[in-house]
C-alpha cells in the first residue's frame, strides 16, 4: 500500500507508537481496566497510555453512532465529525502532545 511508505503516514504511526502504547506488554499502573485486561490478555494486546484511551472512548459512541448496517464507516463523514468536535480535538491533542508536525494535527 503506497500510503503506508509516505512520510506522513509514518510520522503518524511513529507518533502513535511513541505517544498511545505503553511500553512493554505489561500493564505499567494498577487502574482497573488495566488489571482486567492483563487478566485476558494471552500475549497479544497492546496497551494504551491513559491520554490515548481517553481519546479512544469519546471516539467509540461517534463511530457507533456512525456505524452503517454492514459495519462500515464512511472515512469522511468521520473525519468531518471529529473535526467539528472540539472535545475530540482537545483530547487528540493532549494524546499526541507536539510529536506531530501540523500536517498531523487535528
Known sequence: MR????????????TITTRFVKGGLAPSSAESIELWTAAI???????????????FIALAPI??????R???????????KVFNTPSLISLWDIA????LTESGTL
Do not use: C, P
Open 41 to 55: 490478555d494471552r500475549g497479544g494486546h497492546t496497551y494504551v497510555s491513559s491520554d490515548a484511551f481517553n481519546f
Open 3 to 14: 500510503a503506508r511508505k509516505s512520510a506522513y503516514w509514518k510520522e503518524i504511526l511513529g
Open 96 to 99: 499526541v502532545g507536539n510529536s
Open 63 to 68: 463511530l457507533q453512532e456512525m456505524e452503517e
Open 70 to 80: 454492514d459495519g462500515s464507516l464512511g472515512h469522511e463523514a468521520v473525519y468531518a
